[in-house]
Each structure stands twice: as C-alpha cells, then as structure tokens.
C-alpha cells in the first residue's frame, strides 16, 4: 500500500472501516438467492447458476454497504442437523427432494 494512502480502499474510492470484520452466515445466504433468483440464470453450459449468481451479489452488497476490512463466511457442514431432527420429528420432512436437482457437497 502507498505511503500515505489512509488505508486499503474499495470500489468506488471509498476506504475500508479499519478493523471492521463482517461474519456472514454463507448457508442461509445461499438458500435465500436460490429462491430469490430465478432459476433461468445459467451457466453457458445450461447448468443452473442462481444460487451462486445472487450469493455473489449478495456479498457484493454487503461489502459495497458496509466497507468491511474483512469478510468472513461461514458454511454449516451438515444442513440437517441430527440434534434438530431428534428434537422435533417433523424437522423438514415437509421438504421433497428434486430428482434432477444438483446439491451442495457435503
């Protein structure tokens, strides 16, 4: 970095907030874009890119909005914890799963 820049900027010029560190919760993010785009964004292969379109753009979102120093994102490894399901029988059993659909890795 320059000497006597101020610090790391950001797009648009804007500087960073010095020791601001943002924790987002990657899973629930994800979820949410795969709903909220429409499953007609793909990939030029035809391979159904919505998930990760909206998650990108939601982080970029976040970053532009906040001017974090750091971002953090953080992935459940299991998305159907077996305490939950031992806790409450019905825990997403209302969910059916899509024959051709891809999923996560887990």
């Known amino acids: 970095m320059p000497r006597g820049s101020g610090g790391p900027t950001r797009a648009g010029g804007k500087r ?10 990657a899973s629930s993010l994800i979820y949410r874009a795969f709903f909220a ?9 035809g391979t159904q890119v919505n998930a990760a379109h909206g998650f990108l753009e939601m982080l970029s979102n976040l970053a532009v909005s906040y001017r974090p120093q750091f971002m953090v994102a953080a992935l459940d490894d299991d998305w159907r914890p077996q305490w939950r ?6 825990y997403k059993t209302h969910r059916v799963a899509a024959a051709d659909a891809e999923e996560l890795p887990s």
Do not use: E, K, Q, Y
């Open 85 to 90: 399901v031992d806790l409450i029988d019905s």
């Open 16 to 25: 960073a907030r010095a020791g601001l560190t943002l924790l987002v919760d």
């Open 37 to 45: 785009v429409p499953d007609t964004v793909r990939a030029p292969d």
